[in-house]
T-cell receptor
Framework: DTAVSQTPKYLVTQMGNDKSIKCEQN?????MYWYKQDSKKFLKIMFSYNNKELIINETVPNRFSPKSPDKAHLNLHINSLELGDSAVYFC?????????????FGSGTQLSVL | SQQGEEDPQALSIQEGENATMNCSYK?????LQWYRQNSGRGLVHLILIRSNEREKHSGRLRVTLDTSKKSSSLLITASRAADTASYFC????????FGDGTTLTVKP
């Protein structure tokens, strides 16, 4: 069973479109994250939700809107896609406030904006 | 903000050799974690070392931590082709941007 699953794995779309990436975790964790990894490999944190509440919101264009319907899901909706949005997006989860808090990552969604 | 910074950026060795990569950070920490990323995959947790520990082992992995120098090293002994990956350190339990990692290539 996949611990953190995100769909789709590949997403190719035109500039200006709106798209969503879904993420689900079955680990019972209370915190979920979205990261963006560009071609230079930096893994930039975008958002973090703890028990459905936004706790980290880095400097991200407001075209990006995370939505957490429950603590097992954190979806990422992107409006008016731009060329610079092309990257690999990773979802992750963790359990906060435990001694060995560690992240579990999904396998990534490669977004290509044409 | 970025917490950990890995070096070297790239490392190429022969199978069977040891690989050492380093992580430097700027603020005080509770623990430091190392992750591996295989090409096209998400990060996988390797090992955690607490701030009151100086060395930790897990299989072929050895991690050291020097809090006075704000640095850590990850040693992979007797490397294998399957160790080819990028390695990242994390000092803030995922709440900050990771560095760009050390890309390790192990040649068979």
């Amino acid at each position: 069973d996949t611990a953190v699953s995100q769909t789709p794995k590949y997403l190719v779309t035109q500039m200006g479109n709106d798209k969503s990436i879904k993420c689900e975790q079955n680990l019972g964790h209370d915190t979920m994250y979205w990261y963006k990894q560009d071609s230079k490999k930096f893994l930039k944190i975008m958002f973090s939700y703890n028990n459905k509440e936004l706790i980290i919101n880095e400097t991200v264009p407001n075209r990006f809107s995370p939505k957490s319907p429950d603590k097992a899901h954190l979806n990422l909706h992107i409006n008016s896609l731009e060329l610079g949005d092309s990257a690999v997006y990773f979802c992750a989860s963790s359990q906060q406030d435990v001694p060995d808090e560690k992240l579990f990552f999904g396998s990534g969604t490669q977004l290509s904006v044409l | 903000s970025q917490q950990g910074e890995e070096d070297p950026q790239a490392l190429s060795i022969q199978e069977g050799e040891n690989a050492t990569m380093n992580c430097s950070y700027k603020t005080s920490i509770n623990n430091l974690q190392w992750y591996r990323q295989n090409s096209g995959r998400g990060l996988v947790h390797l090992i955690l070392i607490r701030s009151n520990e100086r060395e930790k082992h897990s299989g072929r992995l050895r991690v050291t931590l020097d809090t006075s120098k704000k640095s850590s090293s990850l040693l992979i002994t007797a490397s294998r082709a399957a160790d080819t990956a990028s390695y990242f350190c994390d000092t803030n339990a995922g709440k900050s941007t990771f560095g760009d990692g050390t890309t390790l290539t192990v040649k068979p």
